[in-house]
C-alpha cells in the first residue's frame, strides 16, 4: 500500500532532550515536507526537500532541522526542543513538486506525530 | 506569492450541495488551484485541483471564475463524513524554480443531519 508513515505518533518529552521525528514514503518521490499545525494557524511548512541532499527552509524552520540522505526517508530533528514547539506534525511526499512539470502533482500526507515538550 | 482567502466557517444540510469559496486575487497563469481537506486531526487529503476550466471527480467540483481570482469547491450531496476543514491552496514557484507551498488556515464545514 502507498503511504506516508511517520514515528513516533505521539512524544511526550522535556524541554533540551533532543529527538527525532521519522518520516518514510514507499512511493519512490522526490519532494517531501514537514509541516506543523497549531490551533487558528493551520498547516505552516517547515522544510521541504526537492530530492535526495536537496532541502531548504519553509515558512517557519526555527528550531529545526531535516536531512535527506535517501529518498524514501526525511527526518524531522529537534536539537532542544522548547514548548513553543509543542505541536502536531504532519509529514507529506509528492512525486515532483519541484520544476514546472510538476505543478500538477499533489502531496500524500502521512498520519501526523503529536509532539508535547514540557 | 498569491495568497487565498477563505470564510473560517459554514453549515451545510446533510444531502445538499455544500458551496465553499475561495478568494486568490494575485493568482498569476502558471498557478494551479489544489483543494485538500483535513478531518479531525488527520493528514490532509487532496480533493481536487485545475487551472482555468472547471474540473470533476467523483470528490466534487472545481469552478473557478474566468478571470481566476477565485473559485469554489462543490461537494454535491454532503454526507456528516464530510465535515472536515477545507483548505484552498495555490501553488507558487520561487525564485529557484521549485514549488512553495502554503496552507491558510482553512474553511471548517460543518455537515448537518
Known amino acids: 500500500e502507498a503511504q506516508v508513515t511517520q514515528n513516533p505518533r505521539y512524544l511526550i518529552t522535556v524541554t533540551g532532550k533532543k529527538l527525532t521525528v521519522t518520516c518514510s514514503q514507499n512511493?519512490?518521490?522526490?519532494?517531501m515536507s514537514w509541516y506543523r499545525q497549531d490551533p487558528g494557524l493551520g498547516l505552516r511548512q517547515i522544510y521541504y526537500s526537492m530530492n535526495v541532499e536537496v532541502t531548504d527552509k519553509g515558512d517557519v524552520p526555527e528550531g529545526y532541522k531535516v536531512s535527506r540522505k535517501e529518498k524514501r526517508n526525511f527526518p524531522l530533528i529537534l536539537e532542544s526542543p522548547s514548548p513553543n514547539q509543542t505541536s502536531l506534525y504532519f509529514c507529506a511526499s509528492s512525486p515532483d513538486l519541484g520544476r514546472l512539470a510538476g505543478l500538477q502533482e499533489t502531496q500524500y500526507f502521512g498520519p501526523g506525530t503529536r509532539l508535547l515538550v514540557l | 506569492d498569491a495568497k487565498t482567502t477563505q470564510p473560517p466557517s459554514m453549515d451545510c444540510a446533510e444531502g445538499r450541495a455544500a458551496n465553499l469559496p475561495c478568494n486568490h486575487s494575485?493568482?498569476?497563469?502558471?498557478?494551479?488551484v489544489y483543494w485538500y481537506r483535513q478531518i479531525h486531526s488527520q493528514g490532509p487529503q487532496y480533493i481536487i485541483h485545475?487551472?482555468?476550466n472547471n474540473e470533476t471527480n467523483e470528490m466534487a467540483s472545481l469552478i473557478i471564475t474566468e478571470d481566476r481570482k477565485s473559485s469554489t469547491l462543490i461537494l454535491p450531496h454532503a454526507t456528516l463524513r464530510d465535515t472536515a476543514v477545507y483548505y484552498c491552496i495555490v501553488r507558487v514557484l520561487t525564485s529557484g524554480g521549485y514549488q512553495k507551498v502554503t496552507f491558510g488556515t482553512g474553511t471548517k464545514l460543518q455537515v448537518i443531519p
Open positions: 485545475g487551472l482555468k
Open positions: 494575485t493568482i498569476s497563469g502558471n498557478e494551479y
Open positions: 512511493m519512490n518521490h522526490e519532494y
